[in-house]
């Protein structure tokens, strides 16, 4: 059985592929409303984080190189192709599942040597925390980037729960 914070991240996953469900034009995916990231943009910098935390941080390499630069915290605004992102989301969180399949309540509270030599800060459940809160606070922007587009009859932020219920270690 996952790990709970896996099972959380999991399903803060497909809440977040939920949210974007009906959003297939690719126009209105790279379209930035004012200050806001476009929706393309979100896909995958979530993505980005996951490769930084789950593989080039827990196995050493990298899927898809370069994403940082497009989508990276702190990094200029882009409006990257809406496929593209999912490509790379799609591949990067199938290859980071490998890694998030071993995590254990005692690998939760080791530390991953970070890409750029820094002394690591937070531990895996941490991360796993870190991670979880990143992909519910993009939810709730899909959904407003959603209305502001003008686009109806938007998913409840939080669905169905039943394959995420809380499991005692």
């Known amino acids: 059985m996952a790990h709970l914070l896996v099972t959380q991240l999991r399903f803060a996953r497909s809440e977040f592929v939920r949210c974007l469900a009906g959003v297939s034009s690719a126009s209105e995916a790279c ?54 992102m999912w490509t790379a989301w799609r591949a990067i969180t ?35 925390l870190r991670n979880i809160y990143h992909y519910w606070i993009h939810n709730g922007q899909v959904i407003l980037i959603r209305k502001l587009l003008g686009h109806t009859e938007l998913p409840q932020i939080v669905g169905n729960m039943s394959n995420a219920m809380y499991q005692p270690e």
């Open 94 to 128: 199938s290859v980071a599942d490998t890694y998030l399949e071993t995590v254990t309540p005692e690998i939760s509270q080791t530390y991953l040597q970070r890409e750029d030599g820094k002394p690591p800060y937070e531990s895996v459940g941490t991360q796993l």
């Open 31 to 84: 379209r930035r409303i004012n200050e806001l990231n476009c929706l393309s943009w979100m896909i995958g910098h979530l993505a980005e984080q996951e490769q930084r935390f789950w593989i080039l941080r827990a196995q050493g390499k990298e899927i898809i190189p370069g994403l940082q630069d497009i989508v990276g915290s702190r990094r200029p605004a882009s409006t990257p192709p809406l496929e593209e």
